[in-house]
């Protein structure tokens, strides 16, 4: 879940004329709008819909209800991870705060159902394990956070997080059962495509599992923020660079990334849900790529089918096309692909006779190739003293 923050001065005119405004103004201030809703088509989607009646599940480091982009429109769920935090400790709600808002940016009539499923130092490597072993336990704080929403009123699910490990570790049974969970439910589940484009470009999960929307994050002139991770799962892109959002200890402050990208694109779909109530999670990821502001060599990894466009979606929405994803009963001939009980995920441990041989047959082989290698490089110039190649640490988690 690591995001870039570009420290901004806010200005104080919206905060203090708060102070001083009629009582018939609502308790809420707007989070201020910048490129992005240009960018998105705000003004125009924002007069077709505006939200009402939908609820956006944000599931991230909490969202501080009190602020005032939030308040009186989040709702606080419980909190999965249960690592001691609470609210108003400065290192809960940081990341989440800031995504609730931006789902409110773009829907502001909607309602945020705000879950705690990851804190603010998921990039920490000793978190990160202790995530892993979770895992590994069958215990993942996302698969709880994903059912808890669908079970208490989400219309749509916003993961503006994910894993960034190049070798697909991070995968989850738990956590791809929990989406599948949702899109039966009618619930469309999106995440952040991640944030490690410059470095590793590793496979992300939630943005990897089937019938996510993945997101992917644009810079002002359109073309694809140089941290947005570039991957086959990419599905759309929305703005991701300077993303004025709301600060859990007060304030705004710009915020790069995909997770920014993926709160804005929820809020898209709330505009569009409120629009139309009956839209299946394939008719909105239908709409959404139909609808974008598509680049001229067609989709790409890069951003995948192209910029949202907000009002052309929301336009779309009340006409959607047809939901031909229904299941349909199979008719074939019965196939067991684990007659042995053997999970799908995971596979059985190698006969120890078989791996210890091979090691030592290995081991040897590499004694041979060293060996070899010292002999031809003999008569060489020896690399500069200090030169290290040292192998790169676990991904973090992005957003």
Same mark, same amino acid.
């Given at each position: 879940?690591?995001f870039?923050t570009?420290r901004?001065?806010?200005t104080?005119i919206a905060?203090?004329? +708060?102070?001083?405004?009629?009582?018939?103004?609502?308790?809420?201030?707007?989070?201020p709008?910048g490129?992005?809703?240009?960018?998105?088509?705000l003004s125009?989607?924002?007069q077709l819909?505006?939200? *009402?009646?939908?609820?956006?599940?944000?599931?991230?480091?909490?969202?501080?209800?009190?602020?005032?982009?939030l308040k009186?429109?989040?709702?606080t769920?419980?909190d999965?991870?249960?690592?001691?935090?609470?609210s108003?400790?400065?290192?809960?709600?940081?990341?989440?705060?800031?995504?609730a808002?931006?789902?409110?940016?773009v829907?502001?009539?909607?309602?945020?159902l705000s879950?705690r499923?990851?804190?603010?130092?998921?990039?920490?490597?000793?978190?990160?394990?202790?995530?892993q072993?979770?895992?590994?336990?069958g215990?993942s704080?996302?698969?709880?956070?994903?059912?808890?929403?669908?079970?208490?009123?989400a219309?749509?699910?916003?993961?503006? +997080?994910?894993s960034?490990?190049?070798w697909?570790?991070?995968?989850?049974?738990e956590?791809?059962?929990a989406?599948?969970?949702?899109?039966?439910?009618?619930?469309?589940v999106?995440?952040?495509?991640?944030?490690?484009g410059?470095?590793f470009?590793?496979?992300?999960?939630?943005?990897?599992?089937?019938?996510?929307?993945?997101?992917?994050?644009?810079?002002?002139?359109g073309?694809? *923020?140089?941290?947005?991770?570039v991957?086959?799962?990419n599905?759309?892109?929305a703005?991701?660079?300077?993303?004025?959002s709301?600060?859990?200890?007060?304030?705004y402050?710009?915020v790069n990334?995909t997770?920014p990208?993926?709160?804005?694109?929820?809020?898209?779909?709330?505009?569009? =849900?409120?629009?139309?109530?009956?839209?299946?999670?394939?008719?909105?990821?239908?709409?959404?790529? *139909?609808?974008?502001?598509?680049?001229?060599?067609?989709?790409?990894?890069?951003?995948? =089918?192209?910029?949202?466009?907000?009002a052309?979606?929301?336009?779309a929405?009340?006409?959607?096309?047809?939901?031909?994803?229904?299941p349909?009963?199979?008719?074939?001939?019965e196939?067991?692909?684990t007659p042995?009980?053997?999970?799908?995920?995971?596979?059985?441990?190698?006969?120890?006779?078989?791996?210890?041989?091979?090691?030592?047959?290995a081991?040897?082989?590499?004694? +041979?190739l060293a060996?070899? *290698?010292?002999?031809?490089r003999?008569?060489?110039?020896?690399?500069p003293a200090g030169?290290v190649?040292?192998?790169?640490?676990?991904?973090? =988690?992005?957003?």
């Amino acid at each position: 879940m690591t995001f870039q923050t570009v420290r901004a001065t806010c200005t104080a005119i919206a905060l203090a004329g +708060l102070c001083c405004t009629l009582a018939t103004v609502p308790a809420h201030a707007d989070t201020p709008v910048g490129w992005e809703g240009q960018a998105l088509g705000l003004s125009a989607a924002q007069q077709l819909s505006q939200g *009402a009646g939908v609820t956006v599940a944000v599931l991230d480091t909490g969202a501080e209800a009190d602020h005032p982009a939030l308040k009186g429109r989040v709702t606080t769920g419980p909190d999965f991870l249960k690592d001691g935090l609470q609210s108003g400790d400065p290192e809960w709600g940081g990341h989440g705060t800031a995504m609730a808002s931006d789902v409110l940016k773009v829907a502001p009539k909607a309602k945020v159902l705000s879950v705690r499923v990851i804190n603010d130092e998921e990039d920490d490597e000793t978190t990160y394990q202790e995530l892993q072993e979770l895992r590994k336990l069958g215990k993942s704080p996302i698969a709880e956070g994903i059912h808890y929403a669908v079970d208490h009123g989400a219309d749509v699910i916003s993961m503006s +997080l994910g894993s960034a490990d190049s070798w697909g570790a991070d995968y989850s049974g738990e956590e791809t059962s929990a989406v599948a969970y949702a899109l039966e439910k009618g619930v469309p589940v999106l995440a952040s495509a991640g944030n490690a484009g410059d470095e590793f470009n590793g496979t992300s999960y939630p943005a990897g599992y089937a019938g996510v929307i993945a997101v992917a994050a644009t810079q002002q002139n359109g073309e694809r *923020a140089d941290f947005s991770t570039v991957h086959t799962y990419n599905d759309v892109a929305a703005p991701g660079v300077a993303i004025m959002s709301a600060r859990n200890t007060g304030g705004y402050e710009a915020v790069n990334g995909t997770s920014p990208a993926c709160a804005l694109a929820a809020g898209v779909v709330a505009l569009m =849900y409120a629009k139309n109530p009956d839209l299946t999670p394939a008719q909105v990821n239908n709409i959404l790529i *139909a609808t974008t502001n598509r680049p001229p060599e067609g989709s790409s990894p890069l951003l995948g =089918y192209g910029a949202i466009d907000a009002a052309a979606a929301v336009a779309a929405a009340a006409s959607p096309p047809k939901d031909e994803t229904a299941p349909i009963a199979h008719k074939g001939k019965e196939h067991l692909a684990t007659p042995d009980g053997t999970p799908k995920t995971t596979h059985p441990d190698l006969e120890q006779g078989l791996w210890t041989t091979g090691l030592a047959a290995a081991g040897t082989g590499l004694a +041979l190739l060293a060996g070899g *290698a010292l002999l031809i490089r003999s008569g060489r110039r020896q690399p500069p003293a200090g030169t290290v190649n040292m192998p790169p640490p676990p991904g973090p =988690y992005t957003g």
